[in-house]
């Protein structure tokens, strides 16, 4: 929804002063301009991506109809979730919660969890590291260790589809300048000379107006997936160095961002209520 209200925001601003101006409307419609401009930008991006990358980017647009999915309600379930298996750790050993970690889906506290079930990402993350506490076999530095090098990647990884559409919008404006190019040098010099203006116009418009922004609401997206595992992150490594679950929850939960995090009282209230 912000995506729609934000292009609308854009086109009825830059349409509406054109407008005032005593700007014909009409005049901006230049179709040819559009398909040497968009053709040459997408035909750029695809020569400069890989598959993985155009597919992500092609499927980014309904993230960003969608918005982010991570509010303060979704931190709190997960860290409602850390506490149940913490909690469940400190009274039965580490050992009880291999059921839960091998079949996260089949297991009554995950259950309680259906925001958590879906994102199979977080998911794995705390299966993993959970199944690694489970085995002993590594001390809290190296498991942290493992879990910046894992988390780098995943920060690269996320990053090369809000790269790649950052550097289309770079380039349309070049390509505006070509689409112009190409309207001057027509054998009907006069006739083309304001099509060609308007592909330089369009050219801008869709990089500093649309694709630019596009790709930066991603990036804002991918800090907030960031920061989820980074919640578990800091919550694992506490419960590991031996800290009682609701403080184990506490190192979590300052780790979120302040529009996210929820009060410690807040908090509590909600993890009573999911026990009950």
């Not at 005593?22 to 695809?46: D, N, T």
């Not at 869709?206 to 907030?224: I, K």
Request: proline fraction near 4%; include cysteine.
């Amino acid at each position: 929804m912000k995506l729609i209200i934000g292009m609308v925001l854009v086109v009825a601003c830059v349409a509406g002063g054109f407008v005032l101006a005593h700007g014909k409307l009409m005049a901006l419609w230049q179709p040819f301009e559009i398909l040497i401009i968009c053709g040459a930008a997408f035909g750029a991006f695809v020569i400069a991506n890989p598959g993985t990358v155009i597919k992500g980017a092609l499927g980014s647009f309904g993230q960003l109809l969608k918005g982010s999915k991570h509010n303060k309600k979704s931190y709190m379930e997960l860290l409602a979730l850390m506490y149940d298996l913490f909690t469940k750790a400190r009274k039965e050993g580490l050992m009880a919660l291999e059921a839960d970690i091998d079949e996260p889906e089949n297991s009554p506290i995950f259950q309680k969890y259906p925001q958590i079930l879906k994102n199979h990402h977080a998911l794995g993350f705390i299966a993993d590291y959970l199944r690694l506490m489970v085995g002993g076999n590594m001390n809290p530095f190296e498991i942290e260790n493992l879990m910046d090098v894992e988390l780098e990647t995943h920060h690269h990884e996320a990053e090369k589809v809000p790269a790649a559409i950052m550097a289309v919008s770079d380039a349309l404006p070049g390509f505006g300048i070509v689409a112009a190019v190409l309207g001057i040098v027509m054998e009907e010099l006069g006739a083309h000379v304001a099509a060609a203006l308007v592909g330089t116009f369009l050219g801008i418009l869709f990089a500093y107006g649309f694709v630019g922004p596009m790709s930066t609401s991603l990036s804002h997206m991918n800090e907030d997936d960031s920061k989820v595992f980074e919640c578990i992150k800091v919550c694992l490594l506490a419960s590991l160095n031996g800290y009682a679950p609701q403080i184990a929850v506490e190192f979590g939960r300052k780790a979120l961002y302040s529009h996210n995090r929820p009060g410690f009282q807040e908090l509590e209230d909600f993890v009573k209520g999911k026990a009950e």
